[in-house]
């Protein structure tokens, strides 16, 4: 099957421009995550929708930061304006199998967002 | 969702079996254990899970303390593959589960 897909791979842009990023997630899962990775951590949850509804978005810095899944399949994240301190990898999972009812995620290889 | 605590780092022979601890002192009863994976320039990759009982499938082993207070992930036969950041997690089933991941342990297996 198809993992999930992410879009641009790379992205480079200056501060206060806006950036968008992609994802499609595994076909028939309804769970889709948006993580930011800063260099040395671990992944930081931004938001969680269950199809095309919010289940959580309690870190998403929403003064510059948004993010849809209108459709209930793919999604878009964008920043607006971006910061320095926004240069990280943007990380897409996904999960619920409708089929297994499994909560494993498979992730996206992240798009790597570089704000100079 | 409980935290985890993990050591920074760990290393190990090839071919050898390597134990990555993990404790979750403060898990609740319907939370799962699950374990993912990074390798350098990837995105996470799912591993296994488990709830109490010990669990195996064709990567790893996990073993569940009968408290469920800590588990071990167990590679049995490191290869220079397996080095990686190795992320143990709780969360519970449901669709509000979440996922927080700590910082890891990066595994450095060595020849």
């Known amino acids: 099957e198809a993992g999930v897909a992410q879009s641009p791979r790379y992205k480079i842009i200056e501060k206060r421009q806006s950036v968008a990023f992609w994802c499609n997630p595994i076909?028939?899962?309804?769970?889709l995550y948006w993580y930011q990775q800063i260099l040395g951590q671990g992944p930081k949850l931004l938001i969680q929708?269950?199809?095309?509804?919010?289940?959580?978005d309690s870190q998403l810095p929403k003064d510059r930061f948004s993010a849809e899944r209108l459709k209930g399949v793919d999604s878009t994240l964008k920043i607006q304006p971006a910061k320095l301190e926004d240069s990280a990898v943007y990380l897409c999972?996904?999960?619920?199998?409708?089929?297994?009812?499994?909560?494993?995620?498979?992730f996206g290889p992240g798009t790597r967002l570089t704000v100079t | 969702d409980a935290k985890t605590t993990q050591p920074p780092s760990m290393d190990c022979a090839e071919g050898r079996a390597a134990n990555l601890p993990c404790n979750h002192s403060?898990?609740?009863?319907?939370?799962?254990v699950y374990w993912y994976r990074q390798i350098h320039s990837q995105g996470p990759q799912y591993i296994i899970h488990?709830?109490?009982n010990n669990e195996t499938n064709e990567m790893a082993s996990l073993i569940i303390t009968e408290d469920r207070k800590s588990s071990t992930l167990i590679l049995p036969h490191a290869t220079l593959r397996d080095t990686a950041v190795y992320y143990c997690?709780?969360?519970?089933?449901?669709?509000?589960?979440?996922?927080?991941f700590g910082d890891g342990t990066t595994l450095t297996v060595k020849p």
């Open positions: 488990g709830l109490k």
């Open positions: 403060t898990i609740s009863g319907n939370e799962y």
């Open positions: 076909s028939g899962h309804a769970t």
């Open positions: 929708f269950q199809n095309n509804g919010v289940v959580d």
């Open positions: 999972a996904s999960s619920l199998d409708p089929w297994t009812a499994s909560y494993e995620q498979y």
């Open positions: 997690i709780v969360r519970v089933n449901t669709n509000a589960g979440k996922s927080t």
